[in-house]
């Protein structure tokens, strides 16, 4: 009997006793959800009763719903955050966005569709209700645009309960549309990498596999969470089941037609010393398998591989520092320091494997090695974020995989940012090998809860929301990384080579700046009689609104919407003596735009001269016969906002 009834002081519910052996007796005849399947039920019973054409197919309620939901259009737009931004001039991109991650991604669809090389997720796992999934924001309820500046009571927000009928459906319902958006977003030659563990492992694979294409699956790789010896695994879970030691990395492709860099590491002075070095060297002691490799040939001990295998793997690395990496080459690296190959012994103390083995091996700074995954460790606390986030990713991990499908100037993408491990990855990787790669952190300001010694911590910090943890965390990486680059010796080689420089902007998710998104057609009228409304509508509410925004904000919505990256550079160009013309140019494409409330005649004339460029303008800056003249001088390159 369930605590609700023996409150209510009730007899057995014989029927609930029922279904539960049921179920118990026969899982196959319910849902996923736990309810009964009726026309499964009824095919036992006469298979005649149900009619249907069986396919294969991945169902669960709501998903007509959610996939719909991923392509209607968006209301809002992105603000600058001037005051939290890091380092704004040296952004080249970098962006941290405050705000729900779907609207944030239909928001970048327009400028950054199929531009994004790699994205990392690690969304929810779907343990007891741990995630926000409310996608239904009414702008006439304003439940989410009044929440999102932060009220009293803060976000609001649904969590997802196993005592819901649904838990798996919300699940699902929740990351279906922004896979979607994602594959939008990814480019044709990049790919996705998705963290989760064993809960939903199963209905992540098929909900990728309907995203993506089961023939873009390209592998799944194996974490570990954290170490436990086999009895701790016994004892805490009441000796009922093993305690899951692994957390995955599933990866899907846009296309077939994928190819991985390959990935080369650092070895960890933990593997070297206790047994789990994969480097050039072998255990055993045979004259056959020593050779010179760069010029060193060792007088006891082996090299892992015979000769021909072993030079070929040493100009493979070579080959690697110089198409990916930008570093010195070993020569480079031994002649200014002088080292070359090093002594070691191996288990110093004695413990661990091989106690006291001693080894000849390649120096490890400059040295990238192959290795296995299950060296990782799914979570990795650092000193930017200690003790102010639960089990942060390892963003070492996010490196290799960055690293394995990345070159120079790609975007980044993690929608889940969390605490921001994926930016510290780009950072670190950018400054390693000098490549220019841009990160887009996405994370909700979702309140942080006190329930946990990590919350109170935060709490006790002055942070409020998990999107300020993400922020702070990417501003102590950076300064982090700028103080490393003032005390880096020896000094720089190449004078002409500048100290690495590195920030971010911040933008919040926000209500469009243009008071129209708030207009609602009259479906009892035609649409030319709605437009004619609308266009009304426009000329009461906009003009005195928009002169009491910030400018700023009215270029990047209106460039955003158009197609333009939020990286774009503007300058005013001088040639236009009556109104302010600006330059527009992002990573791919550039425009000219005036945000003036009237446009001159002077400046139809002075447009002749940049008739082969797109000029964007306000609609009601423009007269009927100033709006015919600039679509007969531009065409299709006239856009009227």
């Known amino acids: 009997m369930s605590e609700l009834d023996k409150k209510l002081i009730q007899t057995p519910d014989l029927n609930k006793e029922r279904l539960k052996k049921l179920k118990s007796l026969f899982p196959d005849l319910f849902t996923v959800e736990g309810k009964p399947n009726l026309d499964e039920m009824k095919k036992i019973i006469d298979p005649d009763l149900v009619k249907e054409t069986e396919r294969f197919e991945f169902k669960w309620f709501g998903k007509s719903e959610a996939k719909r939901l991923a392509f209607t259009p968006s209301k809002a737009t992105l603000i600058y955050d001037e005051e939290r931004s890091v380092n704004p001039e040296y952004a080249y991109g970098n962006m941290i ?38 996608d239904h924001w009414e702008e006439s309820k304003t439940d989410y645009w009044e929440h999102i500046g932060v009220s009293v009571d803060g976000i609001k927000i649904d969590t997802n309960s196993e005592s819901s009928g649904r838990f798996h459906s919300n699940w699902l319902n929740m990351l279906f549309p922004r ?6 977003l990814l480019s044709n030659d990049g790919a996705i990498f998705v963290s989760i563990g064993d809960e939903e ?13 089961e023939e873009n699956y390209r592998n799944t790789i194996s974490t570990r969470r954290y170490d436990k010896n086999i009895n701790r695994q016994f004892i805490e879970n009441g000796l009922s089941t093993f305690n ?20 080369y590491r650092e070895a960890s002075e933990e593997r070297q010393n206790y047994g789990y070095w994969k480097g050039f060297w072998n255990n055993a ?31 493979n690395y070579q080959e690697y520092l110089k198409k990916y990496s930008k570093s010195e080459s070993l020569e480079d690296y031994w002649k200014r320091t002088g080292q070359k190959l090093e002594f070691i012994r191996r288990n110093p103390d004695g413990k661990g494997m091989n106690k006291g083995v001693e080894h000849w091996i ?29 089990y942060p990713k390892n963003h070492d991990v996010i490196k290799c995989l960055i690293q394995s499908c990345e070159s120079n100037g790609d975007i980044i993408l993690d929608y889940f940012a969390g605490s921001g491990s994926t930016g510290q990855a780009v950072y670190e990787l950018n400054r390693i090998d000098g490549l220019n790669r841009k990160v887009i952190l996405v994370q909700l300001p979702e309140l942080i809860k006190d329930d946990t010694e990590t919350g109170k911590t935060a709490l006790s910090l002055g ?27 020896p000094p720089l080689l190449d004078s002409n080579k500048k100290p690495f420089k590195t920030g971010f902007k911040v933008y919040k998710l926000a209500k469009s700046n243009f008071p129209r998104v708030d207009f609602a057609p009259d479906p009892a009228k035609t649409e030319e009689e709605n437009l004619a409304l609308l266009n009304k509508y426009i000329d009461k509410k906009e003009a005195m609104f928009l002169a009491m925004v910030d400018e700023n904000n009215i270029f990047d919505e209106v460039l955003l919407k158009n197609g333009f990256m939020l990286n774009y550079s503007k300058v005013k160009v001088d040639d236009f003596s009556k109104n302010k013309v600006f330059q527009i140019k992002d990573d791919f494409k550039e425009c000219l735009i005036c945000m003036d409330m009237n446009l001159a005649k002077e400046t139809l004339k002075e447009l002749e001269q940049f008739k082969d460029k797109i000029f964007i303008c306000l609609e009601r800056a423009l007269d009927t016969t100033m709006k015919w003249n600039l679509k007969h001088l531009l065409g299709d390159k006239m856009i009227a906002f």
């Open 97 to 134: 966005i405050e705000g729900e991650n779907l609207e944030t991604m239909k928001c970048l669809l327009a400028g950054y569709r199929e531009t994004v090389k790699c994205i990392y997720i690690d969304p929810p796992y779907n343990v007891d209700g741990d995630f926000v999934y409310n």
């Open 179 to 184: 896979l979607l958006l994602a594959r939008q």
């Open 201 to 213: 492992y199963h209905n992540m694979r098929k909900i990728l596999d309907e995203v993506f294409g």
């Open 244 to 263: 899951v030691g692994f957390e995955y990395v599933i990866c899907y492709s846009k296309s077939p037609e994928f190819k991985f860099n390959p990935i």
């Open 285 to 315: 002691d045979r004259k056959t398998m020593r050779y010179d490799i760069l010029g060193f040939e060792p007088e006891t001990g082996q090299w892992k591989w015979k000769e021909e295998r072993g030079l070929q793997a040493v100009a």
């Open 362 to 390: 390649p120096p490890t700074t400059g040295i990238l090695r192959n290795t296995n995954w299950y060296d990782f460790f799914a979570s990795k606390d650092t000193e930017e974020i200690s003790g102010l986030f639960d």
């Open 463 to 489: 942070f409020n929301k998990i999107s300020e943890i993400t922020i702070e965390r990417n501003k102590r990486v950076i300064q982090k990384l700028e103080k490393e680059e003032a005390e880096k010796q």
